[in-house]
């Protein structure tokens, strides 16, 4: 084995030999930067000669030679301190014997290699058989001031909300027992409403404070306590005194609407039917005007048209029933209208049978019903009549005529309830994650070589790869989905379509990144992720219905596609000359691009984490599955083909639709964000949270982007690399970014996230 003697010069860049050539994801851009050190240095013509012989691509260093750069650093008895600034650098003048004191400033050639290459101890301390130096404090960064970004304009709000869930009512406890549980969730909710969070997204006039994003920072925060307790307390407030708020007037919001968000007047919120699932539209229960007594007849025509599912079933005496509104023989479409359902003292009223759903995989806390209607009245003024109302004649009006226009209208008021269950999804994600990061930074396996103290499971690579990219996407989801409560909040009727297709995206989107999420910490602690007591089990019960709740996911995405079809279908008929040349431009854009070698061929690090090539390519995915989903559209209408079969035809091609632009507006939301982002160190961090992001969902669809002449293979494998190597180079900040999500101490009561 070659062991032959270096001089100074040469040994300090031994270290940073080894890591490159050791790492396997050399680059044009990596040499550059090591050969620019070179040349900088005071270095003899010689030794410049000799590494930059080392630097070559295609003629790497011989095996033996990189074996014997190891056998020098293992044997030199130098300690790695982790917790230098600059360890490598440190490292590497220890080795060269030019750094005999504590003191001395780093070699500002060493110095630049470590930074411009964004070499990390995990990058190299499995490489090197030397003793470490750890340090207790190993980040840079203030979880507070990542906090403080999360919360936002809403910081106040929060921050005393989270010291209000001190309060030992909202301890957390395994529950087992069902009706108790319940009882449990139930006298949390009346408690949060007794300091009116409740109503935050009510007016002042009926105890609110008029602002929904700060109630769904709420929402989200009630994650950190229970499922179950987030779920009614949605339920009550959002859903029901929701739908009191949206789709009445003032009559109902005077005599309902404080009452709602004080929980005295408990409430739910009955759409969905056993039979008709997420079909609203098609709904069988019926709600018939009857001039006579002024009154409206609500029925269940069969028994499997009951009303399903429904949270606080059990407890509520009021319910907004979504039915067939038919007025003088005529059906108006679906409406909502309130119904009393049990009497002051608890009693189901007359004509009213409700079912307990029964025990479910989570949400056990949560009291859901069947309900069933026999002719039961109720006055005509309970009618939640913002879209349509009867007059006291018995005629019926609606400010908009087109019916399917009016269907849509009234339920693009309760998107609010959609962004707030991904909200939900997402809170539910940080808290495994902080258990998750929180045990792999205490428990040990493994080791290498004769080391006496086993491995942190948080310094494996794959471990990193487990559970970084989900810290990273929960960072994106939580500002896209502030940025889109108050793009909601801020909408009109007549804007909130666009709204509506990005809430569907979203949710869909999102909610089922919270359940690959949580389901991955679970493996993640292994054993200890299965036991109740550690939280991460009832995470998973709990948020694995938020992909069906408030929509359910496939038809989301559908609907979401069917959403850009429609934007795409107007510009692509647009008589503007204009838009059509803009449209002709994008696709010969994307052709030149595609067939661009120097393009689908490019690896250099500085163009894959340059946030213009990703974002360019997460829209040229949307893109291009648009125009042909559209182009088939086109293609099958030629053929006469109907359009429930068109439908059908290109189903599956409007869930990835969906899912790519839902991925697509996410990233472009977060990058606007974090440009505005005024602290530069703080920037760096979010722009790497943003290309771990970006290329690992370029790398998940890495087929696609293969399939379609996009990427190349040695493209593909470059992504590849740099996500894991993004992993490394956030593993020193895992701590910050999860304590960064402000989870109260009090909350994490799971054993494994202790020291």
Not at 70 to 99: A, C, H, N, R, W
Not at 265 to 290: D, P, Q
Not at 654 to 664: F, R, S, T, V, W
Not at 701 to 721: F, M, T, V
Request: aromatic residues 10%; glycine residues 8%; contains cysteine.
């Amino acid at each position: 084995m070659n062991t032959e003697k270096h001089t100074s010069g040469i040994s300090k860049y031994i270290p940073f030999l080894y890591v490159i050539w050791a790492d396997d994801l050399l680059s044009a851009s990596e040499i550059a930067v090591f050969k620019k050190a070179v040349e900088r240095d005071s270095l003899t013509e010689a030794e410049s000669s000799l590494l930059n012989s080392w630097l070559q691509p295609d003629h790497p260093p011989k095996d033996e030679l990189i074996a014997s750069w190891k056998q020098q650093i293992d044997g030199s008895g130098i300690k790695l301190v982790e917790s230098d600034t600059y360890p490598l650098t440190s490292f590497s003048m220890k080795l060269s014997q030019t750094d005999d004191s504590e003191g001395e400033t780093p070699d500002e050639n060493l110095k630049f290699i470590e930074i411009n290459l964004g070499i990390q101890p995990n990058h190299y301390r499995h490489l090197f058989d030397v003793q470490r130096q750890r340090s207790s404090v190993a980040d840079f960064y203030d979880p507070g001031q990542i906090d403080l970004l999360l919360k936002g304009e809403h910081t106040s709000q929060i921050d005393v909300f989270r010291e209000f869930l001190s309060d030992p009512i909202f301890s957390w406890e395994i529950s087992t027992e069902k009706d108790r549980f319940r009882m449990k969730v139930l006298e949390q909710v009346k408690h949060l409403a007794t300091k009116g969070y409740g109503a935050m997204a009510y007016d002042k006039a009926y105890g609110g404070i008029g602002n929904m994003p700060a109630y769904a920072g709420i929402f989200e925060n009630l994650m950190f306590v229970s499922g179950s307790l987030t779920v009614k307390f949605g339920v009550q407030f959002g859903l029901f005194g929701g739908s009191i708020q949206n789709l009445g007037t003032k009559k109902h919001h005077d005599r309902w609407l404080r009452s709602a968000g004080e929980a005295k007047t408990l409430g739910c919120f009955a759409m969905t039917e056993t039979r008709h699932g997420s079909n609203v539209r098609g709904i069988k229960t019926t709600a018939t005007y009857i001039e006579e007594t002024d009154s409206i007849i609500i029925d269940t025509p069969g028994e499997n048209d009951n009303k399903e599912y429904i949270g606080n079933a059990l407890h509520a005496e009021m319910a907004t029933v979504f039915a067939q509104l038919i007025v003088n023989g005529i059906n108006q479409g679906v409406h909502a209208v309130l119904v009393r359902i049990r009497d002051d003292k608890g009693k189901l009223m007359p004509g009213v049978r409700i079912e307990d759903n029964g025990d479910k995989l989570g949400l056990n806390g949560v009291d859901n019903g069947k309900i069933w209607f026999k002719n039961v009245s109720v006055p005509r003024e309970n009618l939640l009549n913002r879209f349509g109302d009867i007059d006291e004649n018995g005629k019926y009006t609606s400010a908009i005529d087109n019916p399917n226009k009016r269907f849509f209208t009234m339920l693009g008021t309760l998107v609010g309830g959609r962004i707030c269950v991904a909200k939900g999804a997402v809170g539910g994600a940080k808290m495994a994650l902080a258990i998750a990061v929180k045990y792999a930074l205490q428990r040990r396996q493994f080791n290498s070589g004769e080391k006496v103290q086993e491995d942190l499971i948080m310094d494996y690579p794959s471990h990193q790869l487990r559970l970084i990219p989900s810290i990273a996407q929960s960072y994106v989801y939580h500002f896209t989905l502030e940025q889109m409560i108050r793009d909601y909040t801020a909408s009109s009727e007549a804007s909130r379509r666009k709204v509506e297709t990005q809430a569907a995206a979203l949710k869909a989107l999102i909610t089922d990144f919270a359940n690959k999420a949580i389901q991955e910490c679970r493996e993640a602690c292994g054993g200890k992720g299965y036991l109740t007591e550690n939280r991460i089990a009832d995470l998973k019960n709990d948020v694995d219905i938020f992909t069906t709740f408030e929509g359910d996911n496939t038809v989301l995405l559908q609907l979401a596609a069917k959403g850009v079809l429609t934007d795409f279908t107007s510009e692509f008929n647009s008589d503007s000359y204009g838009d059509l040349l803009k449209l002709a431009g994008q696709q010969l854009s994307d052709r030149l691009t595609t067939f661009n070698p120097l393009f689908t061929n490019n690896t250099d690090k500085e163009h894959l984490f340059d946030p213009d090539f990703q974002l360019e390519a997460l829209r040229y995915r949307v893109r291009r599955l648009t125009f042909s989903a559209a182009s088939r559209i086109r293609r099958y209408a030629k053929k006469g083909i109907p359009p429930q079969q068109l439908s059908l035809k290109i189903q599956t091609h409007l869930i990835q639709l969906g899912k790519a632009y839902g991925i697509a507006l996410s990233y472009e939301i977060f990058s606007d964000f974090v440009n505005r982002i005024d602290h530069d160190k703080m920037q760096f961090l979010f722009r790497k949270l943003g290309s771990l992001y970006a290329l690992y969902h370029i790398h998940s669809n890495a087929a696609w982007y293969l399939e379609h002449g996009y990427i190349s293979g040695n493209k593909s494998k470059a992504i590849r690399q740099r996500v894991e190597r993004l992993c490394t180079e956030l593993r020193p900040h895992v701590v910050s970014l999860v304590d960064g999500y402000g989870i109260p101490e009090y909350c994490i009561t799971a054993p494994i996230s202790k020291p």
